[in-house]
């Protein structure tokens, strides 16, 4: 298959859709969706909101900034993946969904503000667990990660019909994916 | 996992989100993005659209309609699974969302003018391929393919980064499944 290059602009162009992807997705569906699972310490959609959140304030753009400053710490934060079971409670999913768009903005803003160049994509941090990454990774990242996780509340939507479809769940491989 | 049982009116809550969450998803995005595919023989995001079309034209209201008339002929004609390469030449991606939200719009306004009742959903058709299956199997089918494509399309994207992304491939699986 074709690869892509890392481009800001077509990064850019998939990070700021992902909140009206979601938003169209799961605004004001019935809670039988949105509290789905794919079983016990899977997640569901109103779950992965909240993780998305917690990666816009705690992941993406705090550690561009510490790849971009060169300081003498490179060294990322861990992101906690599981905040959000904390972080999450009592907000309706239109909260986070709110939460999830102006986060994004601002993260989006910044991103913009900072006329990132070519050559600075190359610059080096270090993530706890994989070792060297450069910043054009952890944005080509950013991207990856919205877009999994768009391809997963999907498919933990469509895993509640697994039975229901009878017979066609052979034609539907999303049905049985890990 | 908890499984939902078929029930029309959440159905149709997702069936009525598909067109515009892929509208949010992909309107206007780069070309590089709408045109790139898994690798041969696999569909760009512009392919699910033309497929999505061709469903709403010739495989699910036409099916249920065979199914609720009851008539001596109950076999269903085969979908043509391709049909897009030809019916989408020449339309841009513009075109084929609008297309795919007039048809849905309709489909689900025919949906409900049939006041389905609850007896009719166990009423009984005739795949091809597949054999028997019901009225509810057939409209739970609806959901789960637009779900697997919504998740296809996002997968589809997402593998472009697959060698961006560096080391952090390993904590996406979305890069690597198939």
């Given amino acids: 298959m074709t690869q892509m290059d ?58 561009a900034r510490i790849i971009l400053a060169q300081g003498s710490e490179r060294r990322f934060t861990p992101f906690n993946r599981v905040a959000m079971f904390e972080q999450s409670k009592g907000k309706s999913l ?16 910044i991103l913009n503000e900072w006329e990132i160049k070519d050559e600075q994509l190359g610059l080096e941090g270090e993530h706890p667990e994989l070792g060297t990454v450069t910043l054009r990774q952890l944005l080509a990242t950013w991207v990856g990660h919205d877009l999994g996780h768009i391809a997963q509340t999907a498919r933990v939507m469509a895993k509640q019909y697994r039975e229901a479809v009878g017979p066609w769940r052979a034609y539907l491989p999303v049905m049985d994916r890990g």
């Fill in 6 to 63: 890392f481009d800001l602009s077509n990064g850019i162009a998939v990070l700021e859709r992902t909140p009206a992807t979601l938003r169209a997705m799961l605004f004001d569906l019935p809670s039988k969706w949105i509290d789905a699972t794919e079983g016990p310490d899977t997640w569901s959609p109103y779950d992965i909101i909240g993780h998305l959140i917690h990666g816009e304030r705690t992941d993406w753009i705090p550690r």
């Fill in 94 to 109: 239109g909260d986070l969904l709110d939460e999830f768009q102006e986060l994004r903005t601002e993260n989006l803003r």
